[in-house]
């Protein structure tokens, strides 16, 4: 529970459907600097902590709240940290997901006796074959299996997703129909819950000993390889960042490539940044006898995009994506999702 309409509503509704509900909040994060505090957002800040605790007391459940700061520090957070420093984007919410909100809350679930855990996540569950495959909400604009797809089928089928069949707009109606109005308008944070004003770039001037000497000015280049122009270190820029480059060229450039070793940063125009393929590491798979036999599937490469139709090869480990027709700024530590039929079929971790 985040004290949210969603994870409330979650709860309201099964409760309705005569489960026994234990209420569980988990403290991940706090913010470095006392500045900070005062606009931290999110699931995890004291606040929100103390919602999702009044919450429970009201529907007349058990509640506990979990310290996971440590873990996440050492799994999120320094992988975030990581990630950044290597020239990759890194996706947290992706790896938060695996192993915070599914890892260590399952092995809550079971201390505390429970058959399964249920969050406020807009996606669907769906058996087939023998296997439990994540499946589209049904609100297209709040499918969030992009976000969820790391998580192990052994979890998957003792996880309930109360919203997967409702539109956000439903569960609004739903929350202001039980007389929470209040929270029926709640808004809600899109930003990386550990990172104040959603600015990575002081995060890791805060949080990397000795950044000023590790995040030095390089060289701009462009498709060719020729040099173009000064940046401040490649740390503080993603692939088909257009704006804050600080260097004019009389027409729109994008990042197009970090090269982390070298420091250099490939600035390119907008077509340049368009790719028929990509590879990808870390990679999960649900049935994969059953796509390698069937490698046609609708792969997403970041939340908001479309799903693209693609072909697959795979040995298990690796994994190549060739899409029918280019896609636009492929990035690095990004995810890859897989779909077939509206179901999550694999994924993984883009390398290029």
């Known amino acids: 529970?985040?004290?949210?309409?969603?994870?409330?509503?979650?709860?309201?509704?099964?409760?309705?459907?005569?489960?026994?509900?234990?209420?569980?909040?988990?403290?991940?994060?706090?913010?470095?600097?006392?500045?900070?505090?005062?606009?931290?957002?999110?699931?995890?800040?004291?606040?929100?902590?103390?919602?999702?605790?009044?919450?429970?007391?009201?529907?007349?459940?058990?509640?506990?709240?979990?310290?996971?700061?440590?873990?996440?520090?050492?799994?999120?957070?320094?992988?975030?940290?990581?990630?950044?420093?290597?020239?990759?984007?890194?996706?947290?919410?992706?790896?938060?997901?695996?192993?915070?909100?599914?890892?260590?809350l399952m092995e809550v679930a079971d201390e505390l006796g429970c058959d399964y855990i249920a969050t406020g996540h807009y996606a669907r569950i769906v058996s087939e074959g023998g296997?439990?495959?994540?499946?589209?909400?049904?609100?297209?604009?709040?499918?969030?299996?992009y976000f969820l797809w790391r998580i192990k089928e052994a979890f998957l089928k003792r996880t309930l997703f109360p919203l997967g069949d409702y539109t956000k707009l439903q569960v609004?109606?739903?929350?202001?129909?039980?007389?929470?109005?209040?929270?029926?308008?709640?808004?809600?944070?899109?930003?990386?819950?550990?990172?104040?004003?959603?600015?990575?770039?002081?995060?890791?001037?805060?949080?990397?000993?000795?950044?000023?000497?590790?995040c030095v000015p390089g060289e701009f280049v462009d498709m060719q390889g020729r040099k173009i122009g000064k940046h401040e270190g490649f740390q503080n820029y993603t692939i088909g960042q257009r704006k804050g480059l600080r260097v004019a060229f009389g027409e729109p450039r994008y990042v197009a490539g970090i090269n982390a070793k070298k420091n250099i940063v490939k600035l390119g125009e907008r077509d340049d940044l368009l790719c028929s393929s990509l590879k990808a590491r870390d990679c999960q798979f649900?049935?994969?006898?059953?796509?390698?036999?069937?490698?046609r599937v609708e792969a997403r490469i970041r939340y908001r995009s479309e799903a693209t139709p693609a072909t697959v090869e795979t040995d298990g480990v690796k994994l190549k994506v060739t899409f029918d027709s280019p896609v636009w700024g492929v990035t690095p530590g990004q995810s890859v999702v897989l779909?077939?039929?509206g179901k999550v079929v694999g994924g993984g971790v883009i390398i290029k």
């Open 172 to 214: 609004r109606a739903m929350a202001k129909e039980r007389g929470y109005e209040k929270l029926s308008t709640k808004s809600e944070s899109q930003e990386i819950c550990f990172v104040p004003n959603d600015d990575y770039r002081t995060f890791l001037k805060e949080n990397v000993p000795d950044f000023d000497l590790k």
């Open 1 to 104: 529970m985040s004290g949210g309409i969603d994870s409330t509503m979650s709860a309201v509704l099964l409760q309705e459907q005569g489960y026994e509900l234990i209420g569980v909040t988990y403290r991940t994060w706090d913010s470095m600097k006392e500045s900070c505090i005062a606009k931290e957002k999110g699931c995890c800040t004291i606040d929100a902590i103390m919602e999702a605790k009044h919450m429970a007391e009201r529907l007349g459940f058990e509640h506990h709240i979990i310290d996971f700061r440590e873990k996440f520090r050492e799994s999120v957070i320094q992988d975030f940290i990581d990630q950044y420093m290597s020239g990759f984007t890194p996706n947290p919410c992706v790896l938060c997901n695996a192993t915070i909100k599914w890892g260590k």
């Open 286 to 295: 649900v049935n994969l006898e059953q796509l390698q036999t069937n490698p």
């Open 131 to 145: 296997h439990h495959y994540l499946s589209n909400a049904a609100d297209t604009l709040k499918d969030q299996t």
């Open 339 to 341: 779909y077939q039929g």
